[in-house]
């Protein structure tokens, strides 16, 4: 089967694959919807096109003087005319009224943090110098992840090769042409559109930078072929192509990404009857280290599973209760050389791994949820909490006994499923996690960091930008009592939602 799905992603991705970039809310994103759709038609029958309101960015034209040899934009850059001193992040010179040249950081997305500490010290401009020049990384004036709030950044921010300061003399000018402005981008869905029960999401996104073979005209392909064959074992399905999943979201919010499957599955989860829909997600599953995450009861063989993609579209779908699997490649040291920049290239792939992602996807489904193994995973989170959180253990599993698990997954997805950012913003750059009860698991990581003397000061619940925990160094009182607070909510929560489902 593999050798099969393999040849039929090679030559669906060929058809699909250009070398342009596919700005949500552009022209060409249109352009490339109905290529999308003709396909997705061909192979699975009947399709829709639908609309969703979005902040568009186009870059107009750039220079720089210095000229540097590749030159990209960040995305959310306000244009900007400017000719100043400039100095190295790393020196202790003032930055008062300077442009500061940097090193790209080790996580190309942080990018933004080095653009707001240059503004908050008084720089007119950022310059990066990648090895992987150019490279489009989103930002925001905003040093969280809301979904509501944002602002454009401060200064303008340039990514340009490594070297270019070393030509620089002792000056640097730059003129930038940008347009912000409020457009709409469109999302695809073809196979199985009037069935709401016991239906199968296949998804990808289409917008992209520059080439974004990876990134994610494979994932498109694999989606296509994943419900193609999922509908001739007889599985309802549904494929869906999103738009706005590398940016997009209205006002400038600092959680940009995602956009598109936001409004998507936000539109679904008010209608009831598509509680038990199952979503999964490709997103770079064809290159690195592929990452098997999403609902803990949608096992992949033997592969070890991990948390669900606050990265991903899927998140979308996770947040509002809907049960996922997501298969990605976004975590691995592989990406970060590729990620947002012209070498994204069909060369890159693994097809190999790309067909093993597809046919592990469609065996999964196949097979269905295994509650059992969802079961577990609660009693290992809950587990290792104080005593009043094995409570909250024995409320679920009664709950469960009497409605079962399918019913019940939904509410305790909306309730409890949260990403977290380990640290403050302002002094540590962490990857976003997705936690089952957050407030248990992060106390039990922060009592095991304080031992050892270097837990971090705050924990957030991104995207609703809620402070979870505040800690003094070594403050294990005050952990300990906001734990117990936390706890006391958490159990009028599952209450809540017994009294909802036994009614």
Same mark, same amino acid.
């Given at each position: 089967?593999?050798?099969?799905?393999r040849?039929?992603?090679?030559?669906?991705?060929?058809?699909?694959?250009?070398?342009?970039?596919?700005? =949500?809310?552009?022209?060409?994103?249109?352009?490339?919807? @109905?290529?999308?759709?003709?396909?997705?038609? @061909?192979?699975?029958?009947?399709?829709?096109?639908?609309? #969703?309101?979005?902040?568009?960015? @186009?870059?107009?034209?750039?220079?720089?003087?210095?000229?540097?040899?590749? +030159?990209?934009?960040?995305?959310? #850059?306000?244009?900007?005319?400017?000719?100043?001193?400039?100095?190295?992040?790393?020196?202790? /010179?003032?930055?008062?009224?300077?442009?500061?040249?940097?090193?790209?950081?080790?996580?190309?997305?942080?990018?933004?943090?080095?653009?707001? @500490?240059? /503004?908050?010290?008084?720089?007119v401009? +950022?310059? #990066?110098?990648?090895?992987?020049?150019?490279?489009?990384?989103?930002?925001?004036?905003?040093?969280?992840?809301?979904?509501?709030?944002?602002?454009?950044?401060?200064?303008?921010?340039?990514?340009?090769?490594?070297? &270019?300061?070393?030509?620089?003399?002792?000056r640097?000018?730059?003129?930038?042409?940008?347009?912000?402005?409020?457009?709409?981008?469109?999302?695809?869905?073809a196979?199985?559109?009037?069935?709401?029960?016991?239906?199968?999401?296949?998804?990808?996104?289409?917008?992209?930078?520059?080439?974004? !073979?990876?990134?994610?005209?494979?994932?498109?392909?694999?989606?296509?072929?994943? /419900?193609?064959?999922?509908?001739?074992?007889?599985?309802?399905?549904?494929?869906?192509?999103f738009?706005?999943?590398?940016?997009?979201?209205?006002?400038?919010?600092?959680?940009?990404?995602?956009w598109?499957?936001? $409004? &998507?599955?936000?539109g679904l989860? %008010? *209608?009831?009857?598509?509680?038990?829909?199952v979503?999964?997600?490709?997103?770079?599953?064809?290159?690195?280290?592929?990452?098997?995450?999403?609902?803990?009861?949608?096992?992949?063989?033997?592969?070890?599973?991990?948390?669900?993609?606050?990265?991903?579209?899927?998140?979308?779908?996770?947040?509002?209760?809907?049960?996922? +699997?997501?298969?990605?490649?976004?975590?691995?040291?592989?990406?970060?050389?590729?990620?947002?920049?012209?070498?994204?290239?069909?060369?890159?792939?693994?097809?190999?791994?790309?067909?093993?992602? #597809?046919?592990?996807?469609?065996?999964?489904?196949?097979?269905g949820?295994?509650?059992?193994?969802?079961?577990?995973?609660?009693?290992?989170? *809950?587990?290792?909490?104080?005593?009043? =959180?094995?409570?909250?253990?024995?409320?679920?599993?009664?709950?469960?006994?009497?409605?079962?698990?399918?019913?019940?997954?939904?509410?305790? /997805?909306?309730?409890?499923?949260?990403?977290?950012?380990f640290?403050?913003? !302002?002094?540590?750059?962490?990857? *976003?996690?997705?936690?089952?009860?957050?407030?248990?698991? =992060? &106390?039990?990581?922060?009592?095991?960091?304080?031992?050892?003397?270097?837990?971090?000061?705050?924990?957030?619940?991104?995207?609703? %930008?809620?402070?979870?925990? =505040?800690?003094g160094?070594?403050?294990?009182?005050?952990?300990?009592?906001?734990?117990? $607070?936390?706890?006391?909510?958490?159990?009028?929560?599952?209450?809540?939602?017994?009294?909802?489902l036994?009614?």
């Amino acid at each position: 089967m593999r050798a099969e799905i393999r040849k039929e992603l090679e030559a669906l991705a060929t058809t699909l694959h250009d070398s342009e970039s596919v700005v =949500a809310g552009s022209q060409r994103e249109r352009e490339i919807v @109905e290529k999308v759709r003709g396909l997705a038609e @061909e192979a699975l029958g009947s399709s829709r096109l639908s609309s #969703v309101p979005l902040l568009a960015w @186009e870059l107009r034209g750039a220079e720089m003087f210095p000229k540097p040899k590749s +030159l990209a934009i960040a995305p959310y #850059v306000e244009r900007a005319s400017l000719e100043a001193p400039w100095v190295r992040m790393e020196e202790r /010179a003032s930055r008062e009224g300077k442009i500061v040249v940097a090193r790209e950081p080790e996580d190309p997305d942080d990018i933004k943090y080095l653009a707001l @500490e240059a /503004a908050r010290d008084g720089a007119v401009g +950022l310059i #990066v110098e990648s090895p992987s020049s150019p490279r489009a990384i989103v930002t925001t004036g905003h040093w969280g992840f809301s979904y509501y709030v944002g602002s454009p950044p401060p200064i303008p921010i340039v990514v340009v090769e490594e070297g &270019y300061s070393s030509r620089a003399g002792n000056r640097i000018s730059m003129n930038i042409e940008t347009r912000t402005k409020e457009s709409r981008g469109y999302i695809v869905e073809a196979g199985t559109l009037d069935k709401a029960d016991a239906l199968v999401l296949v998804g990808a996104h289409h917008d992209k930078w520059y080439s974004g !073979f990876n990134d994610n005209t494979i994932g498109l392909a694999q989606a296509i072929i994943t /419900a193609k064959h999922l509908m001739e074992k007889g599985v309802a399905s549904r494929f869906v192509s999103f738009t706005a999943e590398e940016y997009g979201a209205p006002g400038y919010a600092s959680w940009y990404w995602a956009w598109g499957s936001r $409004v &998507y599955a936000e539109g679904l989860a %008010e *209608l009831e009857a598509y509680q038990g829909t199952v979503y999964v997600n490709y997103d770079m599953a064809a290159v690195g280290e592929l990452t098997f995450s999403g609902s803990p009861h949608y096992s992949i063989g033997s592969r070890e599973r991990c948390c669900e993609c606050p990265e991903c579209d899927s998140f979308s779908f996770a947040s509002q209760g809907f049960q996922t +699997l997501s298969l990605h490649g976004l975590w691995g040291e592989e990406v970060k050389r590729i990620y947002h920049t012209p070498m994204d290239l069909p060369e890159t792939s693994n097809m190999e791994s790309a067909a093993e992602a #597809v046919e592990l996807t469609i065996r999964s489904i196949s097979t269905g949820p295994r509650w059992g193994i969802w079961e577990n995973f609660i009693a290992s989170v *809950l587990g290792k909490a104080p005593l009043e =959180a094995r409570v909250i253990l024995s409320s679920i599993d009664s709950i469960a006994k009497r409605t079962g698990w399918e019913h019940l997954y939904p509410l305790l /997805a909306r309730s409890f499923l949260k990403a977290v950012h380990f640290g403050s913003y !302002f002094e540590e750059s962490r990857r *976003l996690e997705a936690l089952w009860f957050p407030e248990i698991v =992060a &106390y039990v990581r922060l009592r095991a960091e304080l031992e050892r003397g270097r837990a971090p000061s705050e924990v957030w619940v991104a995207g609703e %930008e809620r402070l979870l925990y =505040a800690i003094g160094r070594g403050n294990k009182v005050s952990l300990d009592h906001q734990l117990k $607070v936390s706890l006391r909510r958490l159990r009028e929560e599952v209450e809540s939602i017994g009294r909802e489902l036994l009614k």
